[in-house]
């Protein structure tokens, strides 16, 4: 069996308009315990697809809270699930700060990041020939933000974020394939003062990623929710932000994979 994806940190995979602040350990990948090779069809065009009940496919996860000063705090209210079967995901994230000087010693601000990395691994495929192949990672979300933050001027903010990633691993080469590099943002919401809630039920996206891919080669399906609640406060400010995917009926779940010739 070839070995397993290697272990990547959160950094090379968060898009660049993040803040650099964010600082997280790197994703820990579940053992992939069944393999499922895909043949090819009886047509012109190749084409993979896997959907729930899923098989060959194996959970990630990775999480971080990350806080710094005397008033800042964060929590998984719901600690993260990973269902490899079904495709679903669970979780809710909340981080607040106050700011209080004596605290916030050399940096100038606190702030809490409450970061989950969920995902899924597999299943594996060859291809008949080499060139470009085209993948698409399909997500259905149900979730809610809820958003504070108070203080003169932008001494404070909250942000909310649920990022998709989708990638190729080369078992052959034992490499992570980024392909264009794209990702989809079913979430990104940043207040620097007041609030906002919002939410949205049963929002489906797909995330295409174009790979060229070498006949032989035995690859892995890889994708990762990115799902963050951030709070930071300087001067007399105050914020709070939560995430909620795992309750009230809220959740993620990966519904799709596929695969086809460009």
């Given at each position: 069996?070839?070995?397993?994806?290697?272990?990547?940190?959160?950094?090379?995979?968060?898009?660049?308009?993040f803040?650099?602040r964010?600082?997280?350990?790197?994703?820990?990948?579940a053992?992939?315990?069944?393999?499922?090779?895909?043949?090819?069809?009886?047509?012109?065009?190749?084409?993979v697809?896997?959907?729930p009940?899923?098989?060959?496919?194996?959970?990630?996860?990775?999480?971080?809270?990350?806080?710094?000063g005397?008033?800042?705090?964060?929590?998984?209210?719901?600690?993260?699930?990973?269902?490899?079967?079904?495709?679903?995901?669970?979780e809710?994230?909340?981080?607040?700060?106050?700011?209080?000087?004596?605290?916030a010693?050399?940096y100038?601000?606190?702030?809490?990041?409450v970061?989950?990395?969920p995902?899924f691994?597999?299943?594996?495929?060859?291809?008949?020939?080499?060139?470009?192949?085209?993948?698409?990672?399909?997500?259905?979300?149900?979730?809610h933000?809820?958003?504070?933050?108070?203080?003169?001027?932008?001494?404070?903010?909250?942000?909310?974020?649920?990022?998709?990633?989708?990638?190729?691993f080369?078992g052959?080469?034992?490499?992570?394939?980024?392909g264009?590099?794209?990702?989809?943002?079913?979430l990104?919401?940043?207040?620097?003062?007041?609030?906002?809630?919002?939410?949205?039920?049963?929002?489906?996206?797909?995330l295409e990623?174009?790979?060229?891919?070498?006949?032989?080669?035995?690859y892995?399906?890889?994708?990762?929710?990115?799902?963050?609640a951030e709070?930071?406060?300087?001067?007399?400010?105050?914020a709070?932000?939560?995430?909620?995917l795992?309750?009230?009926?809220d959740?993620?779940?990966?519904?799709?994979?596929?695969?086809v010739s460009?």
């Amino acid at each position: 069996m070839p070995a397993g994806p290697r272990l990547r940190t959160p950094q090379a995979i968060r898009p660049k308009l993040f803040p650099r602040r964010w600082r997280t350990p790197a994703l820990v990948a579940a053992a992939l315990t069944t393999l499922l090779v895909a043949s090819p069809l009886a047509s012109a065009t190749y084409s993979v697809e896997s959907s729930p009940p899923f098989a060959g496919v194996a959970p990630l996860l990775s999480t971080t809270i990350s806080t710094v000063g005397c008033h800042s705090s964060g929590e998984f209210p719901l600690a993260p699930r990973v269902n490899a079967t079904s495709g679903f995901v669970h979780e809710r994230l909340r981080a607040s700060a106050r700011y209080c000087a004596g605290g916030a010693v050399g940096y100038g601000y606190d702030y809490a990041d409450v970061s989950g990395f969920p995902g899924f691994y597999g299943p594996n495929f060859t291809v008949p020939a080499t060139g470009s192949y085209t993948a698409t990672y399909e997500w259905v979300f149900s979730y809610h933000a809820s958003l504070n933050a108070s203080g003169p001027g932008t001494s404070a903010s909250a942000l909310a974020v649920i990022f998709i990633y989708g990638f190729l691993f080369d078992g052959t080469n034992s490499t992570v394939l980024d392909g264009n590099g794209g990702g989809a943002a079913p979430l990104f919401h940043e207040i620097h003062e007041g609030s906002w809630s919002g939410g949205a039920a049963h929002l489906v996206v797909k995330l295409e990623n174009s790979f060229t891919l070498v006949t032989g080669h035995l690859y892995y399906f890889e994708t990762v929710l990115l799902t963050t609640a951030e709070a930071i406060a300087n001067g007399a400010g105050t914020a709070s932000a939560s995430l909620n995917l795992g309750s009230h009926g809220d959740h993620a779940r990966l519904v799709a994979l596929d695969l086809v010739s460009s």
